[in-house]
């Protein structure tokens, strides 16, 4: 019996292999065809991947909220403790590029590995971020989800014997076809896997046109599952004010560039430490988990996971100014624990967390200065989570785009342009050609042209 399953099996790779050198001979003189056909095999990979990687979270937190009933209130310590120990044995053992944010491991892959990616890492992304997020770790799901999607369309030109041109693209092509589907953003994914993944590849029409094609089926398959929502409902009574508007924006991109600058340099000081610690490398997420589970007892549970609930809170001005400011500071510590020490995440959910409570505070705080001249305080909340990822990530046209679709509100695009454009002027005087990424890459060594 055994034998039989083993011919068996035998013969489907002998049959796969042959059907694919079948396809690929057919297919390699006609760039065009094929590429289109893999495009739309990323992009329902990513649909499906980001749908999957949801409701590992969700099962993920089921799970981890069944320590309450045995532990009693330190649970809020043990469930981020937990979570951070299998995530340190699993990252350990099977995969260490799958800790921290992802995105600059994605981008190695780009610049120095000709865009190979171990195919086992799309699986281990979605087991160990899922367990972080899950059990209260700050983090995100974009970065996780963007490298799904790379390390499937990595897999699938490795498989196909692509060049490394065609690879490297269909790498971009999952990364923004995951995150369109993440945040119902297809401009936002599009500007993103142009701005930040594809830095040293021609853009074309061609590319420009895969790449699409990725993003509107994956977009297409996550709203199919789960709807066509805003990723945040807000109603702002922004009404622009001419010439007091250009100045106060102009402003605000100024403080929120150099707090960004801050956040990342703090970001890797955090991580710097982690890795000076004299102790095995798995019990560190672990140490990172305690740390955010006592912040999260003696503060609020609030800086735990992704924060979408406490951004739409910020964004409704639910939130008063004192407690605002203390949510900013907090998560940046937490989300520099959780990623620092070694948990599996990404950085933008975060980053739109810190930047709109940090803008609320600031939009609060010119609201008391000049209440005749400002409508609505929580615009440079809203404003915020565009221009902080703006300058950390020096994405600025992905940023002003991406906000607009996440809420509609397309009446902020003039104050999104100008305090975006001056966030990543600021990064760009400041940190040179260094940005939250980037930095990852450079601190192993690497040098960067970009």
Same mark, same amino acid.
């Given at each position: ?19 694919? +050198? ?15 056909? %893999?495009?739309?095999?990323? &992009? ?7 749908? /999957? ?13 069944? @320590? *309450? ?6 649970? $809020? ?21 799958? #800790?921290?944010?992802?995105?600059? +491991? ?8 000709? &865009? ?8 281990? #992304? ?12 700050? =983090? ?26 065609? %690879? ?26 142009? !701005?930040?993944?594809?830095?040293? /590849? ?28 805003? =990723? ?10 001419? *010439? ?67 951004? !739409?809170?910020?964004? #409704?001005?639910?939130?008063? %100014? ?16 959780? /990623? ?8 933008? =959910?975060?980053?739109?967390? $810190? ?49 607009? !679709? ?43 042209? @970009?």
């Amino acid at each position: 019996m055994i034998k039989l399953v083993v011919s068996l099996i035998t013969k489907i790779k002998k049959v796969l292999k042959e059907l694919k +050198e079948s396809i690929n001979y057919k297919l390699q003189g006609h760039r065009i065809i094929l590429m289109f056909i %893999l495009s739309v095999i990323i &992009g329902i990979i990513s649909g499906y991947g980001s749908i /999957l990687f949801r409701l590992m979270i969700y099962l993920n937190q089921l799970l981890f909220n069944l @320590i *309450p009933f045995y532990f009693g209130s330190v649970y $809020i310590i043990l469930m981020p403790a937990i979570g951070g120990l299998i995530v340190g044995i699993l990252t350990n053992k099977f995969g260490k590029e799958t #800790k921290g944010h992802s995105v600059p +491991e994605i981008m190695e892959a780009m610049l120095y590995r000709d &865009g190979v990616i171990k195919k086992r890492v799309a699986l281990l #992304k979605l087991i160990v971020s899922s367990v972080t997020i899950g059990s209260g770790g700050s =983090a995100g799901i974009t970065g996780p989800i963007a490298q799904i999607g790379a390390s499937s369309g990595s897999a699938i030109g490795q498989i196909m014997n692509l060049d490394k041109k065609d %690879l490297k693209l269909l790498i971009a092509c999952g990364v923004s076809a995951g995150i369109a589907a993440t945040f119902n953003a297809p401009f936002g994914g599009l500007l993103f896997g142009i !701005e930040v993944i594809l830095r040293r /590849l021609e853009l074309d029409i061609k590319v420009s046109l895969n790449l699409t094609i990725s993003i509107i089926i994956a977009t297409l398959i996550s709203i199919g599952y789960l709807g066509n929502h805003l =990723a945040f409902v807000v109603q702002s009574n922004y009404i622009m004010n001419i *010439p007091f508007d250009f100045f106060i924006y102009l402003i605000f991109g100024v403080i929120i560039g150099l707090f960004g600058v801050g956040f990342v340099k703090f970001f890797y000081g955090i991580e710097k430490i982690f890795n000076k610690i004299k102790i095995p490398n798995f019990i560190k997420p672990l140490i990172g988990g305690i740390g955010v589970g006592l912040i999260a007892l003696f503060f609020s549970p609030q800086i735990m996971g992704v924060g979408y609930g406490t951004i !739409e809170q910020t964004l #409704k001005g639910m939130i008063p %100014l004192f407690v605002l400011l203390m949510l900013c500071l907090f998560k940046i510590i937490v989300t520099s624990i959780t /990623l620092g020490s070694g948990g599996s995440g990404g950085i933008f =959910a975060p980053s739109l967390f $810190i930047g709109s409570t940090f803008g609320g505070t600031l939009g609060i705080l010119f609201y008391y200065l000049f209440p005749t001249q400002i409508s609505d305080p929580m615009v440079f909340a809203l404003v915020g989570m565009g221009a902080f990822f703006a300058g950390i990530a020096r994405a600025p046209l992905t940023c002003i785009l991406m906000t607009i !679709e996440m809420t509609s509100d397309y009446f902020l695009i003039i104050p999104l342009m100008l305090s975006c454009t001056i966030s990543y002027l600021i990064n760009q005087i400041i940190m040179k050609k260094k940005s939250i990424y980037t930095i990852k890459i450079l601190n192993k060594g690497y040098k960067l042209d @970009i």
